[in-house]
C-alpha cells in the first residue's frame, strides 16, 4: 500500500464527473487500499478516488474513532435510490480543502446500492454520519464539492483563499493543488 497525493481546490480535477467502473479487479483492490491507507494518514473518514487523481466511482469510508479497531468499506459505482425526507446538518469538512469546515444539511437517511471490493452487489440503509459522509463522497464523484451545499459568498471566499494559497506556494514545492497528505 502506498499514500497517494491528494487533489486540492482549486485543482479543476475536484470538478470532474468519475466514471463507472467497468470490473473489479485486483489493481482497483490496491487503489482502494491506497485510498483508505492515504485517508488514515490525512486524517479523515472518507475519501473518493477522484480526490486523489482517478476519475473513478469508488470511494472509502471508515467511522471508527482513533482508539476503535478500523472498520474500513469500500464502495464502488455507488448510487443513491432513496433518501429521507427528513434532512439534519453536519459540521463537514474535506481532505481537498483542507483546514475549512461548514455546517451542511442533507438529507438524514439514505439508501446505496453499490459493490463492494468483491464486486458482489450490496445495499445499505445509512443514517447519521454513515449517511452524511456517503452523501459528501457520492458528491466527489459527480464534480460536486461540500462548499456547493453552503453559502455563494462563504464559497466565493474559500475558493478565493484555496486560489491564492496555490499562486503563492514557492517554487520548488510539489506542483500546484497537490498535497501529500
Do not use: W
Not at 464527473?17 to 482497483?28: H, N
Not at 464559497?155 to 491564492?164: G, L, Q, T
Amino acid at each position: 500500500m502506498s499514500i497517494k497525493p491528494l487533489i486540492i481546490l482549486p485543482d479543476p480535477v475536484l470538478r470532474q464527473v468519475s466514471k463507472p467502473i467497468e470490473r473489479v479487479d485486483g489493481a482497483l483492490r490496491k487503489l482502494a487500499d491506497d485510498m483508505l491507507e492515504t485517508m488514515y494518514d490525512a486524517p479523515g473518514i472518507g475519501l473518493a478516488a477522484i480526490q486523489v487523481g482517478e476519475p473513478l466511482r469508488m470511494l472509502v469510508i471508515d467511522l471508527a474513532k482513533e482508539d476503535e479497531t478500523p472498520a474500513p468499506h469500500v464502495f464502488i459505482n455507488p448510487e443513491v435510490l432513496d433518501s429521507a425526507d427528513q434532512r439534519s446538518v453536519y459540521e463537514e469538512g474535506c481532505l481537498s480543502i483542507p483546514d475549512y469546515y461548514a455546517e451542511v444539511e442533507r438529507p438524514a437517511a439514505v439508501r446505496v446500492k453499490y459493490l463492494d471490493r468483491d464486486g458482489k452487489l450490496q445495499e445499505i440503509e445509512a443514517e447519521g454520519l454513515m449517511a452524511t459522509c456517503l452523501q459528501h463522497e457520492i458528491d466527489h464523484l459527480n464534480g460536486v464539492l461540500f462548499i456547493d451545499h453552503i453559502s455563494k459568498l462563504k464559497r466565493d471566499m474559500v475558493v478565493k483563499k484555496f486560489k491564492k494559497l496555490a499562486r503563492d506556494k514557492p517554487s520548488g514545492s510539489k506542483a500546484p493543488g497537490k498535497l501529500v497528505g
